[in-house]
């Protein structure tokens, strides 16, 4: 089976076909092995951190990430602290840092920013989030996560919850679900719905979905359970947030309903939205996340630089 | 002799018996060769810096010591620059950095963060400096540098100068000291003196000690001198801090009646505790004592990580 | 052939020989090869990359050199974020920092840092850009690449454009080009022309040289035009800056004039200086400078550890 990822860009979840999201998988999991060998695969190679918006956890994920396969990193975590402020644009700033680099990491409040920066480099680009549209390696690592801990996907009925609409995550991971043959139940309040576009793709890929209001009346149904953040200043209202955010706070309570074998899932970070006496269940995997984060980042940088 | 760090974590002085103590100082003094043989013996270990508050010194040490060891580091350094400021608990932060780390270095302006972080994660902590009580990794510098430039500490009358009440260097090294046979002597405007609960411990080790203001009228009985910062803001007058100020600047005048043995430490940074003029005299260790510090930092590391 | 960088520190030009400057040219354009092979030749090495002021271009430059051979590097981007904050100056900085690495890399916005850095250390400083008046590896990349992309130095007739006056790059630059046998075209408006200084090194060298104010008025006679910023905020009225600004647009109506082995030169960030239509033509080569200076930097530090 042929590497699909040689060379490539990771600019959007939509480029990838089943198959090369199956092929990220399996290589996702050898990375523990990988990690606990200290592979050093990627000892010649430097991947270019650029961060133009602060996450300390994705930045940290890829870091790690290049560091356990025996990579170098150099970059930069603040737009500000950059040489951007000398009004270089970002065009320019990128072809300065492709001399230096194997392979750029971009975060960016703008979008499209990733696609626009692999337009201009020779270099391979990996998008670590940008805009509100896209965010591929955290949807790669939501897919990753309910694989292992699940053991499969089809066939599976997941529950996406809470701010649908304006979040990159959900945006990202939608396309992704869609080439699986799952249900999905989408709970949010009506302002904070799925996109019409993702709701699109979904019909136009045969998967099976509803919307609901209340996490209660469907928790029972759900063999995976993915939480979002809602941001209040989404809201016209403080009244208005506070009667939602009363919907989605998951706890024993709301839990009560559920089956013992609901995955619970977050991007992270959480505010309220699961109460951390959750946290000690087994099903709470909002916490390992992270670590099939750090496999299929690893994963993804192995494959693009075809050294496995 | 079995390693008493192995997968530990370290918090306070307090945690580690005398024998503890010497095993990483036996281990510390091996590390000078370690360093220049050029270690690889942590190339698969990956060391997350956590500083909550920036700390250019430690943060740096920490580093080198890692890296001279052949380890990697991921991290941030600051508190401001992190996820964090979308909400996220500390405990939280944590729990997805353990994912992409072997151990976890923290700096905090907050009492007990470094305890409660080893209270929730898996791999080991080392407390980089928590609120106004510990900093045990610079006790241990401050001691293995007494060893390596006296040849031994039992025996010796060591003065510590300053503020001995508000900073938490002081307050994580007079445990070590105690562990040992020497005289200590607290020279200390009465407002800045010794916390109880030092005092207490000290009497309850057996060491004798006696309280001082003025440097001049101890001076000539000292080995070790341990200066340290007065901060202005402390004192109630500006005439108050002058007063104080002007007692505790070591010069040639002030260095008069001493030995010329009289060993001069300060965990820096100083600013004017110490004039220039002295930096000098081959007894004045303080720039030697980040080299103390990087050993005790490697050692600290190869040992909790069991790999000599 | 002695190699004459070992141990030695980087601060100024001025400070090497056309023999030196040559070995450095000749060891940089073996690092392509090196880059490739993965070469671990500093692999015991730390560099401490201490930029007082933020430069992500010169900073990662750095960075990339010393891990494309194997070393480690360790510092900081900010003098804010650093412990100067506390009170400390630079001198004691330096000293803690010596002890952590073998190498410090320099950057201050104060005029002679570097050379105060070298005063005061025993390991090796490298000039990163100081003040108004140094930065001699952006000279010698400059360097590099006209040869680099020309084959040779001697009898070119080059052209240096833009403020001459204020910019570190330009002042840096001129004492290596003064080292050979060219011709030099000064173009700049009056208020931004060459520091007497440095005609009068010219003359002392023999180089050949005119002062004029319109680029179109020579730019067929260069066989390499050196663009620089030129920063409003020098200029008494807007008015007279936008006269200027308009002179010193390069586009494909300015470069009508000219040969079309006409090398384009730009030390970057670039505001307006350079068109963006010109960008795709083969010898605009201001995005093959940061290549050179990654070469170049590795060579420096490379003969610096004389390890070739």
């Known amino acids: 089976m042929t590497n699909p990822f040689a060379g490539k860009n990771v600019l959007s979840t939509k480029d990838f076909s089943k198959h090369d999201v199956e092929y990220l998988m399996e ?40 560091k356990r396969l025996g990579g170098q990193v150099v970059g930069f975590s603040d737009w500000e602290k950059s040489s951007f402020h000398k009004g270089e644009t970002l065009s320019d700033t990128l072809r300065v840092v492709e001399n230096y680099a194997d392979v750029v990491v971009l975060r960016s409040k ?28 955290q949807a790669f690592l939501d897919l990753a996560c309910i694989k292992e801990e699940k053991g499969y996907i089809d066939g599976l009925t997941i529950g996406l919850c809470g701010d649908l609409h304006y979040g990159r995550t959900v945006h990202s991971l939608v396309p992704l679900l869609a080439r699986y043959d799952i249900t999905l139940v989408l709970i949010s309040p009506e302002s904070l719905g799925l996109r019409d576009e993702d709701k699109a793709s979904l019909k136009e890929s ?8 209340l ?58 939205e699961i109460d951390p006496g959750v946290d000690a269940l087994p099903q709470a995997v909002y916490f390992k996340q992270p670590m099939h984060g750090l496999h299929v980042r690893m994963a993804l940088l192995a494959l693009i630089f075809d050294i496995l």
């Open 27 to 66: 290589t996702a999991s050898k990375m523990k092995d990988m990690k606990q060998d200290g592979s050093k695969v990627l000892s010649n190679k430097i991947m270019a951190s650029m961060f133009l918006e602060p996450s300390t956890r994705t930045r940290l994920s890829f870091d790690a990430a290049m």
């Open 110 to 137: 703008y979008e499209g920013a990733a696609r626009y920066a692999a337009s201009i480099l020779e270099i391979p680009v990996i998008n670590a989030g940008s805009g509100s549209q896209e965010h591929p390696t």
């Open 206 to 213: 045969g998967v099976t979905f509803k919307e609901v209001e």
């Open 215 to 272: 996490l209660e009346t469907v928790i029972g149904d759900l063999d995976c359970l993915y939480m979002t953040r809602i941001q209040r200043e989404r809201f016209p209202s403080e009244e208005d947030y506070r009667k939602v955010r009363g919907f989605y706070v998951l706890n024993q309570d709301t839990l009560k309903g559920a089956s013992d074998q609901l995955l619970l899932m977050h991007p992270l970070p959480r505010i309220n």
